[in-house]
């Protein structure tokens, strides 16, 4: 490269060229080639400025770009009213190219000379003309990847037991092997395998409340097969998952099951054509394809296409399709789905039921795999607890995470903590269950109090649950000359009045109804009572 | 020569004065954000230590900061980001994302929003290619290929988080709770509004995986740490330049707090409403009095600060009414006393005033009835008077059934500060039987 152009050298960066021995030096102000597509005709630039990164371990630069004659578009090379000299470079003012680029990609200096005198072919001078570009459009990004950016400095590992039981107890670190659902996995697994070693299709309806399991059991059933099928066990099939929530509407289904099985891009009503295509003509050596559809309900639209069609290309005989739907409620067919597309699902059903106390111990218990940090009866607490109210692992784990979190901030430092007791738990438990009206009854202001007894006065004298604000008023200023306080104008009146409704401790009316909006209480009277009458005292 | 060692800077009084005003106008408009934000140490060091962990060991949470409007939430937030943003790693390695209820109506809009501040490749300049759905699969995609321990920590803050459960099934929501409870890249999302019962808005499986971590703003400020902090907020810090001055400012303000209707003023507010936003909005109110020819807050400042905040917003306008104008609105006080507030029309209360006129009337003149019905018409373009019925039907005017938005107590307060009333209108206001 370097001999065709004769070039020269200078000292400022060195740059060693694979399959070159000499190093070349360069300098800003100097012109350059970077390395481009075609490795004959590299870019050619005007080095700018040198500089580092933040990290300084990665070295950039600022270049002047400029186009070589087959660069430039063939409406710009007529508007130069000659004919241009072959070797001849212009330079780039258009905005399509980054101006900064990494050194890796320069491969050497090039002189340049500014000359209007005609030049011998094969000289190694470039003449150059300053040409205005015009500032190209940005393009659509065709290839663009999604990625968030790295760190700079890694994750810390956690240093002591508290930190390693919290990274174990966090929702997302899902063990190998679920416990407390051995007998789920194993019927799912058997399904799944049957269709799989047959090489038919079916379908499967699983249903349980939110935090049970459903979606971690079926990616443990499916990672058992792609062992078994790696190990030549059964036969190779294809795995996909589409979430009904993370869809903007239900047809997109098609685009995306598409878009999983084939890499096509294609509009929803094409992708469903040609996957109908698929499913019912025969292909040699097709495999198997489970499917697994989260959140089913959400697909749900008025005529039910789009769950009719995921039920019935796997009762095509060359389908080979296993669908496997999870949802929350059990009886979702009988009441969303028209008789054929109730029927098409079938009977093959599973429902999960929430964790009972015994079975959240297990679990919080094999999360930590004897890392100690918690004590037995905290954890029993925790567990009926939760147990008692949802049965949802999800809360268990959090207010478990929480507790460590209580304990570590309870100790004077991080290391002496100890294990997470009863107090701990206890505390968490109340942040994360307790509502917290009557919390912000006793600390609302004197008048927001006087207001909501004013307004427990009116329902009562009225017998309803409902009165006016113009009603609540009369018996608030009432309320007020008892109290030996000054009278409020309407003004404040309302002011304390939306205040309270902000917050929801009173629901009301649109506040353009201005005096004769609507108010009722969002809270019970007793608690109201209790609230205030414990904060007199 | 001797040399005279500059003990203290003396500036002229209203240099002093643009200064005091400069620094206590930022602190009441809140331009500038406290030291420390007061009362609420425990909610800010939960708050921080859920925030370093994310940035730092890489563990994702969710939180949701609810407390009364004007509690401070956004303060502290921003106090803790502050915080956080000055250690050392983890100012160069967190993207925050911040979202508005109020602004990003719809989740398409909230995608393209995050999408246009995560600076994803799917962005050019300022516009983002792409259609909803696209957006969509482009950020599940880029969060899913993140790894706890590689990829940046994103914090999503999500202003008036309520807002955003009104959005069509929750999809947002659900999709940055899944995220913070998956293994893929570590986000935060912290949700600040002012409902109490913000999880009842959050459906079954959002709510699942919502971590029900929530800090509570709820002030129990006693009487006398809000006169303390009305204190330490009309005090000038201590890095101000002149000494003499600062001294001064100081003392006078240390007195002012301990002058007795100062303190019943006070008190009155601290009834009303005991949080930040009033309270500055007051003091404002009382600085804006203070200049070069007056360098200092005197008592009658706050209390005229308290009578203009403290004032009823109908009183002016029923100021600037004409009598006829008033004699309606008292024919229709009249109405409602017999009638028990049943609405009334335009008919009824023309006869109540004619009764009026023929019987205790000397000073009012006998207007036509079109003039009548123009100072009708007028006190329904104030919303002094509502129309009832929003039905389409076309009833004729007069006969249009409409109810008084005006109190009792409102009308004969102006009836008493009303410039030359005459006298025998003030008798049939007062009179109980019109």
Same mark, same amino acid.
């Given at each position: ?537 | ?97 911040? +979202?508005?209820? @109020?602004?990003?109506? #719809?989740?398409?809009?909230?995608? $393209?929003?995050? *999408?246009?501040?995560? %600076? !994803? ?33 994103? +914090?999503?803050? @999500?202003?008036?988080? #309520?807002?955003?459960?009104?959005? $069509?099934?929750? *999809?947002?929501?659900? %999709? !940055? ?258």
């Amino acid at each position: 490269m370097e001999t065709m152009f004769g070039l020269f050298l200078s000292r400022y960066l060195n740059i060693g060229v694979e399959g070159q021995e000499a190093v070349t030096t360069v300098t800003p102000g100097q012109y350059i080639l970077i390395e481009g597509n075609d490795d004959d005709n590299p870019f050619v630039a005007k080095l700018l400025k040198l500089f580092g990164d933040e990290s300084h371990k990665q070295k950039k630069a600022l270049v002047q770009w400029f186009l070589r004659l087959s660069e430039v578009p063939q409406n710009k090379k007529l508007l130069l009213g000659r004919s241009p000299h072959p070797q001849e470079i212009f330079y780039y003012l258009g905005r399509a190219c980054d101006d900064e680029i990494n050194v890796e990609s320069i491969l050497g200096t090039v002189h340049v000379r500014q000359d209007s005198s005609p030049v011998e072919p094969n000289s190694g001078f470039f003449p150059c003309f300053p040409i205005q570009a015009t500032p190209s459009t940005p393009r659509t990004p065709r290839n663009a990847t999604p990625s968030i950016p790295s760190r700079t400095v890694p994750a810390r590992q956690p240093g002591n037991i508290l930190e390693e039981a919290r990274a174990r107890l966090h929702v997302s670190s899902v063990p190998e092997s679920l416990p407390c659902r051995e007998q789920e996995f194993q019927d799912i697994y058997n399904f799944v395998e049957s269709k799989v070693m047959d090489g038919t299709g079916g379908c499967m309806y699983i249903s349980g409340v939110p935090g049970t399991g459903k979606t971690a059991t079926v990616h443990e059933v499916i990672r058992c097969l792609q062992h078994a099928s790696d190990m030549d066990e059964i036969p190779m099939f294809r795995f996909i998952e589409i979430n009904g929530m993370k869809m903007t509407d239900p047809h997109q289904a098609y685009v995306q099951i598409l878009q999983k099985l084939t890499g096509q891009k294609a509009t929803a009503d094409h992708a469903a054509a040609l996957l109908e295509k698929r499913f019912s003509n025969p292909a040699p050596k097709k495999e198997t394809t489970v499917l697994l559809v989260d959140e089913l309900d959400l697909l749900w639209t008025r005529k039910q296409n789009v769950m009719y069609n995921l039920f019935d290309w796997p009762t095509r005989h060359h389908a080979r399709l296993v669908v496997l739907t999870i949802a929350n409620t059990m009886d979702l067919p009988e009441r969303i789905m028209i008789n054929r597309v109730a029927s098409r699902l079938g009977l093959t059903r599973m429902s999960f039921q929430p964790y009972s106390f015994k079975q959240l111990q297990q679990i919080i218990t094999s999360r930590l795999n004897k890392v100690k940090a918690f004590e037995e009866d905290a954890m029993q607490l925790v567990s009926r607890k939760v147990a008692a109210l949802s049965g949802d692992a999800r809360r268990c784990l959090d207010i478990c995470r929480r507790a460590t979190e209580i304990c570590e901030h309870s100790a004077s430092h991080p290391s002496t903590a100890g294990l997470v007791r009863m107090s701990h738990v206890m505390e968490a438990l109340d942040e994360m269950f307790s509502s917290s009206y009557i919390t912000a009854i006793r600390c609302a202001s004197l008048q927001e109090q006087l207001f909501l007894r004013a307004v427990i006065a009116e329902f009562r004298r009225l017998g309803l649950e409902e009165a006016t604000f113009q009603q609540v008023f009369v018996q608030h200023q009432a309320l007020c000359r008892v109290e030996g306080l000054q009278p409020i104008s309407v003004s404040e009146g309302l002011a304390v009045c939306q205040r309270l409704g902000a917050c929801r401790l009173l629901l009301l009316e649109a506040s353009r109804l201005d005096v004769l909006q609507r108010v009722r209480l969002n809270v019970s009277q007793d608690d109201v009572l209790y609230a205030l009458k414990a904060d007199r005292d | 020569m001797s040399k005279r060692k500059v003990k203290e800077t003396h500036m002229p009084v209203g240099e002093c004065i643009s200064q005091v005003q400069m620094i206590l106008r930022e602190r009441f408009c809140h331009r500038r954000l406290p030291e420390k934000p007061v009362g609420m140490e425990s909610q800010h060091k939960h708050l921080l230590e859920l925030l370093r962990r994310t940035a730092v060991h890489g563990e994702s949470n969710s939180v949701l900061i609810v407390g009364p409007r004007g509690s401070g939430k956004t303060m502290l937030l921003n106090c803790v980001l502050r915080e956080l943003l000055e250690v050392k790693d983890v100012n160069k390695n967190v993207l925050p994302v911040h +979202l508005n209820g @109020l602004l990003q109506t #719809d989740d398409r809009i909230a995608l $393209k929003e995050i *999408t246009r501040q995560l %600076n !994803l490749e799917n962005v050019v300049g300022d516009k983002v290619f792409g259609s909803f759905a696209e957006n969509l699969a482009f950020l599940l995609e880029a969060l899913k290929k993140g790894d706890r321990s590689s990829s940046r920590p994103v +914090l999503f803050i @999500l202003d008036e988080f #309520d807002l955003f459960a009104h959005h $069509k099934n929750q *999809t947002l929501l659900y %999709n !940055l709770l899944d995220v913070s409870q998956s293994a893929q890249a570590p986000i935060a999302v912290i949700g600040l509004t002012c409902r109490l019962d913000v999880l009842e808005l959050l459906e079954k499986r959002v709510k699942s995986r919502f971590s029900h971590r929530q800090i509570h703003l709820l002030s129990s400020l006693s009487f006398i740490q809000y006169l303390d902090n009305v204190r330490s907020q009309l005090s000038l810090p201590q890095d101000f330049p002149d000494t003499k001055f600062y001294d001064e400012w100081n003392e006078s303000i240390k007195t002012l707090c301990e002058d007795q209707p100062v303190v019943d003023v006070l008190q009155r507010h601290y009834n009303s409403s005991k949080d930040f936003r009033s309270l500055h909005l007051l003091l404002m109110l009382a600085l804006s009095r203070v200049s070069a020819s007056k360098p200092a807050i005197k008592p009658t400042d706050l209390l005229e600060a308290s009578r203009v905040c403290m004032v009823d917003s109908k009183a002016n306008i029923l100021h600037g009414l004409s009598i006829l104008e008033l004699c309606l609105i008292i024919a229709m006080k009249h109405l409602n006393d017999i009638y028990e507030g049943e609405p009334f029309n335009f008919q009824m209360v023309h006869n109540e005033f004619k009764k009026f006129l023929q019987r205790k009337s000397h000073s009012i003149h006998n207007f036509d009835k079109p003039v009548v019905i123009k100072a009708f018409e007028h006190l329904q373009q104030l919303e002094l008077i509502k129309s009832m019925d929003s039905s389409t039907a076309k009833i004729q005017k007069e006969y249009q059934l409409m109810k008084l938005m005006l109190d009792h107590s409102q009308i004969m307060e102006a009836l008493q500060k009303y410039p030359q009333c005459p006298t025998d209108v003030k008798q049939w206001a007062m009179s109980a039987f019109g």
